[in-house]
Structures are given as structure tokens and as C-alpha cells.
T-cell receptor, first 111, second 113 residues
Framework: EDQVTQSPEALRLQEGESSSLNCSYT??????LFWYRQDPGKGPEFLFT???AGEEKEKERLKATLTKKESFLHITAPKPEDSATYLC????????????FGSGTQLTVLP | NAGVTQTPKFRVLKTGQSMTLLCAQDMNHEYMYWYRQDPGMGLRLIHY???????AKGEVPDGYNVSRLKKQNFLLGLESAAPSQTSVYFC????????????FGPGTRLTVT
């Protein structure tokens, strides 16, 4: 059974204070790992796709990295508008369409 | 271009009542999905569809039925609502080529008393 665990559950940062969110996974034949952002009262919004260990993707203040067992979402010099819940999901090779989501990390960036 | 829309936004049902949630997308996506999101449990796939007239079960399909009569619409039905179905329901769609890049609707908050 595919499993995704995200930590911490919640994170409070001061504006400009860099940190990382963790996503550890167990999956039979990883097809891809994905990061989504979810604002309160809204649906998730796609951020990144990572396919293989060692791969990195960047978007503004966010950088996602992947190893064979986990992924990190690094947030550099965050701003209050980065406050959201960040969701990690995996897609196994056998289930071409199903994503398994973690429960998310709720990030709050204080001004 | 509205993306993915869901109706209604909120609904309160009594145990045993039935209802249908409607999802519509205007991106000409082949694939559509219904998820539920509960605190501490993440998004869980209920049913999905890879094309008009086709549906398949996801991780938590019991108590729900779906239909996709038109490419742009995906309906989720609850025949006899139970308190355990209290949740936030999200619809999503994606293209066949990029099925992991799912576009989500704003959600429907359902409470069953």
C-alpha cells in the first residue's frame, strides 16, 4: 500500500526565515512525486513534478528536491503570501491515474 | 475560462437523504476525479473517469455513485447519506498526457447530521 507522510503538521515562520518541509513516501515503483499548494477554502493548486532521485525544481522562493525515500520543499526567505497548506502526492507505476496524498503541512509566515 | 466549478458550495443533509454534487470543467480534459478531504487524512480518491461514459473506483468508493454522461461534467451521488460522509468534496480534472497535473475545483462542504 502506497503511503505518504508529511512533517511537520504545522510550521510557523517569521518573514525571511528559511525552512524545509518533508515528505517521506513508500510506493511500489514511483512514477512521480508532486507538490501542491492549498489556500484556505480553496482546492489544491499544482506546483511541481519530480520523477527521479536527485531531481530539483524551483519556482520563486520554493525549491523541491527528491531522494529515493523522501522529498523536501525548501522555502527561502518566505513572505506572508506563502502561507498555505502544502500537499505532497505520489503516483505509483501501476496506478496510472491515482495519486496518494499526504495530509499536508500548514505553513504560516508571520510579517 | 472558469476552470473547474462545483455546485453547491455548502450543503447540510439529514441521515438517509440523497443528493448529487455537480462538477463541470471547460478545459476539455479527458480525466475527472472526485476526492474527499478530511482533517488529518489528506485527499482520498472516491471515483474517477477517464472519458465520457466511463467511471472507475478509487480508494474510498463505498456509499457513492458517479456518472459522466458528458465530457465536461462529472456527477457524484450519495444515495443515503451517513454522518461518516461529512467532509469537503473536491472535483478535479486533468489531461490524458499530464494526468498528475490535476486542476481542482473550490470544493463542496457537506455536513450530514
Amino acid at each position: 500500500e502506497d503511503q505518504v507522510t508529511q512533517s511537520p503538521e504545522a510550521l510557523r515562520l517569521q518573514e525571511g526565515e528559511s525552512s524545509s518541509l518533508n515528505c517521506s513516501y513508500t510506493v511500489s515503483g514511483l512514477r512521480g512525486l508532486f507538490w501542491y499548494r492549498q489556500d484556505p477554502g480553496k482546492g489544491p493548486e499544482f506546483l511541481f513534478t519530480l520523477y527521479s532521485a536527485g531531481e530539483e525544481k524551483e519556482k520563486e522562493r520554493l525549491k523541491a528536491t527528491l531522494t529515493k525515500k523522501e522529498s523536501f520543499l525548501h522555502i527561502t526567505a518566505p513572505k506572508p503570501e506563502d502561507s498555505a497548506t502544502y500537499l505532497c502526492a505520489v503516483q505509483a507505476g501501476g496506478s496510472a491515474r491515482q495519486l496518494t496524498f499526504g495530509s499536508g503541512t500548514q505553513l504560516t509566515v508571520l510579517p | 475560462n472558469a476552470g473547474v466549478t462545483q455546485t453547491p458550495k455548502f450543503r447540510v443533509l439529514k441521515t438517509g437523504q440523497s443528493m448529487t454534487l455537480l462538477c463541470a470543467q471547460d478545459m476539455n480534459h479527458e480525466y475527472m476525479y472526485w476526492y474527499r478531504q478530511d482533517p488529518g487524512m489528506g485527499l482520498r480518491l472516491i471515483h474517477y473517469s477517464v472519458g465520457e461514459g466511463t467511471t472507475a473506483k478509487g480508494e474510498v468508493p463505498d456509499g457513492y455513485n458517479v456518472s459522466r454522461l458528458k465530457k465536461q461534467n462529472f456527477l457524484l451521488g450519495l444515495e443515503s447519506a451517513a454522518p461518516s460522509q461529512t467532509s469537503v468534496y473536491f472535483c478535479a480534472s486533468s489531461s490524458r498526457a499530464l494526468d498528475y497535473e490535476q486542476y481542482f475545483g473550490p470544493g463542496t462542504r457537506l455536513t450530514v447530521t
